[in-house]
């Protein structure tokens, strides 16, 4: 019998799915999986953080307040402001450290918290403060994100979203940016819940400290509108969309019955240079 080499009725060697989109499904998985992965850890960091002991929180806060501490005596804007968060502390948010205020000179409108108890504030922030709630409303959210310790696991989750993002496909791959991606959209929604909820804690402050919310919504209408992330912009972006804030603060009020009265007048030591 003679052998006739016949062609096969199909080469198993060549898939009959387009590469592009074997790509999405290859580059889909993958970001699936690191998704997953980044919530498992950012699990693991959240139980860490909520474990480390305060004088550890300290010794690290100091690391970071290197950038910020100035030579010099403190002026009296930071020792009204150290007066009012002294206030609020003993009075309405209980803490086992006391937390320090600096002023930064800057022309951001802006405040911030870092670990170990340390509040910077802007002076760009001070000269656009109309009333002593205001001021008030803004330490007290900070505070709020001390006590919560989420200063602590943002560091945490950014230590693990650069991590993982790097060690599954290096720094230059394509893919490694698209996982990225993926994980600081997953990032910034953890971010946006941190700060409602410290919104809330500062509402219930300003209730517990003056007995109305007058003033927690007038901080907002200072953002410059490229410190706000706009209505598309919020799902890119830390920080809810202002709008948001203050519709959930009003909703929030309502349901819970806080009053609304005028806020105190703004102390002498932080009126407008």
Same mark, same amino acid.
């Given at each position: 019998?003679?052998?006739?080499?016949?062609?096969?009725?199909?080469?198993?060697?060549?898939?009959?799915?387009?590469?592009?989109?074997?790509?999405?499904?290859?580059?889909?998985?993958?970001?699936?999986?690191?998704?997953?992965? *980044?919530? @498992?850890?950012?699990?693991?960091?959240?139980?860490?953080?909520?474990? @480390?002991?305060?004088? *550890?929180?300290?010794?690290?806060?100091?690391?970071?307040? %290197?950038?910020?501490?100035?030579?010099?005596?403190?002026?009296?804007?930071?020792?009204?402001?150290?007066?009012?968060?002294?206030?609020? %502390?003993?009075?309405?948010?209980? +803490? /086992?450290?006391?937390? =320090?205020?600096?002023?930064? =000179?800057?022309?951001?409108?802006?405040?911030?918290?870092?670990?170990?108890?340390?509040?910077?504030?802007?002076?760009?922030?001070?000269?656009?403060?109309?009333?002593?709630?205001?001021?008030?409303?803004?330490?007290?959210?900070?505070?709020?994100?001390?006590?919560?310790?989420?200063?602590?696991?943002?560091?945490?989750?950014? +230590?693990? +979203?650069?991590?993982?993002?790097?060690?599954?496909?290096?720094?230059?791959?394509?893919?490694?940016?698209?996982?990225?991606?993926?994980?600081?959209?997953?990032?910034?929604?953890?971010?946006?819940? =941190?700060?409602? !909820?410290?919104?809330?804690?500062?509402? &219930?402050? @300003?209730?517990?400290? *003056?007995?109305?919310?007058?003033?927690?919504?007038?901080?907002?209408?200072?953002?410059?509108?490229? =410190?706000?992330?706009?209505?598309?912009? !919020?799902?890119?972006?830390? !920080? /809810?969309?202002?709008?948001?804030?203050?519709? !959930? @603060?009003? &909703?929030?009020?309502?349901?819970?019955? *806080?009053?609304?009265?005028?806020?105190?007048?703004? /102390?002498?030591?932080?009126?407008?240079?």
């Amino acid at each position: 019998m003679k052998f006739i080499a016949k062609i096969a009725d199909r080469n198993v060697n060549v898939s009959k799915t387009h590469p592009l989109q074997e790509f999405a499904i290859l580059a889909g998985g993958l970001l699936t999986i690191a998704v997953v992965v *980044y919530f @498992l850890l950012g699990l693991a960091v959240d139980q860490i953080v909520s474990h @480390l002991s305060p004088e *550890y929180e300290r010794k690290l806060g100091s690391v970071f307040m %290197q950038r910020f501490m100035e030579e010099g005596k403190a002026d009296k804007r930071t020792l009204a402001l150290q007066t009012m968060v002294d206030r609020l %502390q003993s009075r309405c948010a209980p +803490l /086992p450290f006391r937390v =320090q205020v600096h002023v930064q =000179q800057g022309k951001s409108v802006n405040a911030m918290a870092l670990p170990g108890g340390h509040i910077i504030v802007f002076s760009g922030l001070l000269d656009v403060m109309e009333s002593e709630n205001e001021i008030g409303f803004v330490l007290a959210h900070e505070i709020g994100h001390i006590v919560n310790r989420d200063h602590l696991r943002g560091l945490g989750r950014g +230590l693990v +979203l650069m991590t993982a993002s790097t060690f599954l496909l290096g720094t230059d791959s394509n893919i490694t940016g698209m996982i990225g991606n993926g994980m600081r959209l997953s990032e910034l929604t953890f971010s946006r819940a =941190q700060e409602t !909820h410290a919104d809330d804690f500062a509402q &219930q402050v @300003l209730v517990c400290l *003056y007995g109305h919310v007058g003033g927690a919504e007038d901080f907002f209408s200072k953002i410059p509108e490229e =410190q706000d992330p706009g209505r598309l912009g !919020h799902y890119f972006a830390s !920080h /809810p969309e202002n709008k948001r804030r203050i519709a !959930h @603060l009003r &909703q929030t009020a309502r349901e819970k019955g *806080y009053t609304l009265k005028d806020p105190q007048p703004l /102390p002498a030591q932080f009126a407008h240079r």
